[in-house]
């Protein structure tokens, strides 16, 4: 009888272990299924119209900067092009004041020798003339040459800076380029990084159908499992009572 007893007992502990088991078993799997509902709505939330439009939102903002970048490049040139025409303009007159100061200087050689020649001019006083003309001739000449200098350098000025802009626009036309690619290559990342998320979000969906059928199946199976245990703990609480 006492061995009856204690069978019992051990029974029904064992049932008691067995139904608390499966009660955790469920725990665990409603757990289970809160967490992948948890991700589903991060996935989802990944998914909304703002995350969408982040490619479309980052073309359109490269976009406004090559558009800024082209338009302070187009000033540019435009402020280099009107100092190139005035830098034309100056040229033009100083390469007319040469070549009028080339005319004087060959008309006074000219009438210099012209006087030294014999040919007796009516003019004032003969050595008052001579200086006269050496000293025009030589003011003429040294302003000839002023002005040449002057040309040179405004020659080697231009060519300097037409050659700065060239490389500067050529700079600039090349980081825009760069930039570009940047914004394509970005573009291309958020298009796969978005077709990896949808993909792992329809995996991630059938994993969680698969999962919450499955769990409701053994949701039902778990119920029936312990409602047979309560009636088996019953049973043998009354034998139990009986034998005492």
């Known amino acids: ?23 955790e ?11 992948f509902k948890v991700k589903l709505e991060v996935n989802a939330l990944n998914n ?10 980052i073309s359109n903002l490269e976009t406004k900067k090559l558009k800024t970048e082209i338009a302070f490049l187009k000033e540019e040139l435009g402020r280099e092009g009107k100092k190139l ?11 007319k004041d040469l070549e009028a100061e080339k005319r004087n200087s060959m008309f006074l050689s000219e009438l210099l020798t012209f006087y030294q020649n014999g040919h ?14 050496q000293t025009e001739t030589r003011s003429v000449k040294e302003a000839l040459k002023e002005k040449e ?9 231009m060519e300097g800076k037409t050659f700065q802009n060239l490389t500067e626009k050529g700079r600039m036309e ?18 796969s990084l978005q077709k990896n998320m949808t993909a792992k979000e329809n995996e991630l969906l059938g994993y969680l159908r698969d999962a919450s059928e499955t769990h409701t199946e053994m949701q039902k199976d778990y119920k029936i ?4 245990l309560q009636r088996r703990n019953r049973i043998l609480e009354r034998h139990l009572d009986n034998i005492q």
């Open 1 to 23: 009888m006492t061995e009856n007893v204690e069978y019992i007992r051990v029974l029904l502990k064992s049932s008691q272990a067995e139904v608390q088991m499966l009660r």
């Open 25 to 35: 078993q469920n725990e665990f799997r409603d757990d289970l299924l809160k967490m």
């Open 48 to 57: 909304l119209p703002v995350r969408r439009n982040l490619s479309v939102e």
């Open 85 to 95: 025409t005035i830098a034309n303009t100056v040229h033009e007159q100083l390469k």
């Open 120 to 133: 007796q001019p009516q003019l004032p006083a003969e050595d008052q003339f001579v200086d006269f003309l």
């Open 149 to 157: 200098e002057e040309v040179k350098r405004l020659l080697v000025d």
């Open 174 to 191: 090349e980081e825009m380029n760069d930039a570009k690619r940047e914004a394509q290559i970005l573009r291309n990342e958020m298009k």
């Open 225 to 228: 499992q312990i409602l047979e």
